[in-house]
């Protein structure tokens, strides 16, 4: 096992445009599962491909424990990857599937044997050592792609977006699968997916990107009740958090008739310049009041989730989600009066999009 170090590492494909990784400073500690997440576009993938030596460093360096690897070859990294089409061979049952690597680099047949019977036994894949993969769900193969990488016992674990193809419920079962796994091994592991909820749920800390660059990297806790900025704030979270500005007022930000509070030290820092600041509260920090109390918001849509129900609407141009109890929820053309609590409130600097803190 190893610690992970990119140190203003760089990615540029076409020097007319932007770098796809922009000075990417990031430490994975020994035995941590990182996850980076992000929108399509924004990195996280060529992160990856960079650290695998998949992808060329333009500028900088990436370090898997006290080694520099910038230039070394993939297999010379003592890393093994997961990708996210499997990349099983067809004509090979799942044990000689699990034992390719191995056998490539001469290890004997015994001691294959015993490597790919342990990782199977772990995986729940023992009874299927002699199929080959067309005879196995989405869910076994891509068990499978993880056995081949475990028997190998590499310093380090990459997965680019290894449950993309599975439905909804395969892809919950597996996550927290591979997770736990994760943690029985205590092997460094670099995760990518575009899907924030399985972000939050399976890494010890999660990085944001955004074009390249790296927003904030943080438990999962911390990014979502202290996020470093508005776009961090807009990303993480199901339903995001709400955003609206307004003008900087004499008691807060004045949002169409309402004045939503914020401490003045706070607020003049975020609307200096501009007179304007951004607030952010989550969906289950509004509350209903009386009509004329608080932010009015016409209802669009209602999501009923069972216990709970998500209502979404419009306050003025911004568009804004309240979470209630189902049996509460009004009906779409309705208009609802919320507040968000006080001391759920975010604030932001409309310009940079910096959270004020």
């Known amino acids: 096992m190893a610690s992970i170090s990119f140190a203003g590492a760089t990615r540029v494909y076409d020097r007319a445009h932007a770098p796809a990784v922009d000075r990417l400073d990031l430490d994975v500690a020994d035995g941590e599962f990182l996850v980076l997440v992000g929108p399509s ?27 520099d ?39 004997s047949k015994a001691e294959i044997t015993r490597r790919v019977t342990e990782a199977a036994t772990v995986l729940d894949l023992a009874a299927h050592l002699d199929r080959r993969p067309k005879a196995l769900s989405g869910g076994q193969r891509q068990r499978v792609a993880m056995g081949r990488a475990i028997v190998r016992s590499p310093q380090v674990f990459l ?39 399985e972000a939050m749920t399976m890494g010890d800390r999660v990085a944001v990107l955004k074009d390249g660059v790296l927003q904030q990297c943080a438990p999962p806790g911390e990014l979502y009740d ?18 609206v500005t307004g003008d900087a007022v004499d008691g807060g930000v004045r949002v169409g008739t309402t004045v939503l509070p914020v401490p003045r030290a706070r607020l003049d820092r975020a609307a200096a310049g501009t007179g304007r600041a951004t607030v952010g509260f989550r969906p289950e920090s509004l509350v ?40 509460e929820a009004p009906a779409v053309g309705d208009t609802v009066w919320v507040a968000p609590r006080a001391d759920a409130l975010h604030v932001f600097d409309p310009t940079t999009g910096t959270r004020v803190a």
Not at 301 to 312: K, N, P, R, T
């Open 69 to 107: 690897v910038t230039d070394l070859p993939p297999k010379d990294r003592d890393i093994a990857m997961v990708f996210q089409n499997y990349a099983l061979y067809p004509h090979m049952t799942v044990a000689e599937n699990m034992g390719f690597a191995l056998r490539l680099a001469k290890v």
């Open 288 to 327: 209903v009041g009386a009509a004329g109390d608080g932010l009015p918001v016409a209802v669009t849509l209602v999501e009923q989730l069972g216990s709970d129900a998500y209502v979404h609407g419009t306050c003025g141009d911004d568009a804004v989600v309240l979470r209630t109890a189902s049996r």
């Open 41 to 67: 576009g924004c990195g996280k993938s060529t992160s990856l491909r960079m650290l695998a030596g998949l992808e060329e460093v333009d500028e900088g360096a990436i370090r898997i424990g006290d080694r």
């Open 159 to 197: 997965m680019d977006e290894p449950l993309s193809n599975l439905d909804a419920k395969l892809r919950v079962q597996t996550r927290t699968q591979i997770a736990a796994l994760q943690r029985r091994l205590g092997t460094t592991t670099v995760y990518v997916t575009h899907d924030q909820v």
């Open 226 to 243: 202290r996020p470093a900025n508005a776009f961090v704030a807009g990303f993480i979270g199901s339903p995001a958090m709400n955003l």
